[in-house]
């Protein structure tokens, strides 16, 4: 996976492939057992990025940097850096489960609340019954070292790690030393999204770049982040060739 080209947007070194060659490149991963790390940072997640010097160092250490929000495409655009497209995490997952299930790999789910990490497990297992769910642990837990212990004992295909940016991006930086093997995925809100707990924008609005408007909508807290993407934009276009 090292080897796929990457494109540096205002700092951030994208990996610059369409949503079915990461969906191959992860494939690939698990197949062959190689330890690997895949994060999908927004325009918010990279903004932040500029002032968080542990985010930006785990997002740097990752094997696969898919760009997870129209902002970063456009900002890509205006650069003359263009990416292929968006490679949004939610759209990973729905590509990637079926083929867990056709090879029978296992998979781990650890973030959100206890009933919406237990219903997502529920729901794959009932919709992909060939893959096998090693385990599961909510985002609120108090012991992270038995968490960790758990993981390693999984010893799961795949985990999505779903604790919300920059904790999860930390999280697989941090200890992923400690794995043997696994491919772990930082997916944001997607526990929610397979649990039925939260639902995508129409896929109209996501060919449109407007999934982040269809967010603010439901989730109304968003507005106070939404000022992140035209600062993202500008500070983007003001860092010519870095």
């Not at 999908?40 to 968080?52: G, K, L, Q, S």
């Amino acid at each position: 996976m090292n080897d796929l080209p990457k494109i540096n947007v205002a700092g951030i070194g994208f990996t610059a492939v369409t949503l079915a060659e990461a969906v191959d490149a992860v494939c690939g991963r698990i197949g062959s057992g190689v330890k690997t790390a895949v994060v999908t940072p927004n325009a918010e997640i990279a903004h932040r990025a500029r002032r968080d010097m542990e985010l930006a160092a785990s997002i740097a250490a990752s094997d696969l940097v898919l760009p997870d929000g129209a902002g970063v495409v456009l900002l890509a655009k205006w650069r003359k850096t263009p990416l292929p497209e968006r490679v949004a995490g939610a759209d990973v997952v729905a590509a990637l489960l079926p083929k867990l299930a056709e090879k029978g790999r296992s998979l781990y789910l650890l973030g959100s609340s206890e009933e919406n990490v237990q219903e997502a497990a529920a729901q794959i297992d009932s919709t992909f019954p060939g893959i096998q769910i090693a385990g599961v642990d909510n985002g609120y837990y108090d012991d992270g070292k038995a968490v960790l212990a758990r993981l390693n004992q999984a010893g799961a295909d795949v985990v999505f790690v779903c604790l919300g940016s920059p904790r999860q991006e930390n999280f697989i930086a941090r200890h992923f030393g400690l794995f043997e093997r696994g491919v772990f995925i930082a997916l944001g809100g997607v526990i929610d999204i397979l649990a039925g707990a939260q639902k995508r924008a129409p896929v109209w609005m996501r060919r449109c770049g407007l999934e982040w408007l269809y967010r603010c909508v439901k989730q109304p807290r968003r507005l106070l982040r939404v000022w992140r993407l035209p600062m993202y934009l500008a500070g983007g276009l003001l860092r010519r060739g870095k």
